[in-house]
Each structure stands twice: as structure tokens, then as C-alpha cells.
């Protein structure tokens, strides 16, 4: 991409990127990559159902933030020495 314009970040765009990073942990570099790897790989082997590919997003989101609120590589675990 040579040239990155508000056009390029459509709804969509947004709603992906910010489920990545909640699945990942907000705090934590190695969970966004993780939970980008997952969110992008999952939704290619659903796209049966990309029709709904929102609400698949919210239920991730709602799932997390009940689940796992701290992400998936919590920052307790990730210390080392403390």
C-alpha cells in the first residue's frame, strides 16, 4: 500500500483491529500478535458465514472481556523475577 487515507479504515476495518487487540491484551505486544493471528485465520475458515462476521467479533469481544479480561498472555505472567 503506498498511500493510507481515511478511506482505507472503513467500520469494519476498525471493529477487526480493536478485537484483535482486546483478544490480545492491551498491554501486551506478543497477545495482539497472537489474537491478530487468530482473528484473521478464524474468520477466512468461516467465510461461509461472512455475513455475520460482525457479530462473530462481538461475541469474541463479550467472550474476553468475561473470560479473560486481562487478554490472552496476562501481564502477572509475563513478569519475570517479581
Known amino acids: 500500500m503506498g498511500f493510507i ?4 479504515f472503513t467500520f469494519l476495518v476498525s471493529v477487526t483491529i480493536m478485537t484483535m487487540v482486546i483478544a490480545g491484551g492491551m498491554d501486551n505486544i506478543l497477545g495482539v500478535i497472537v489474537g491478530a493471528f487468530l482473528l484473521t485465520l478464524l474468520p477466512e475458515k468461516l ?5 455475520y462476521r460482525i457479530l462473530f467479533f462481538g461475541i469474541t ?3 474476553f472481556l468475561m473470560i479473560r479480561p486481562q487478554g490472552l498472555f496476562p ?3 509475563r513478569r519475570y523475577g517479581d
Open 75 to 77: 501481564q502477572r505472567l
Open 47 to 51: 467465510r461461509a458465514f461472512s455475513d
Open 61 to 63: 469481544v463479550i467472550a
Open 5 to 8: 487515507s481515511p478511506d482505507n
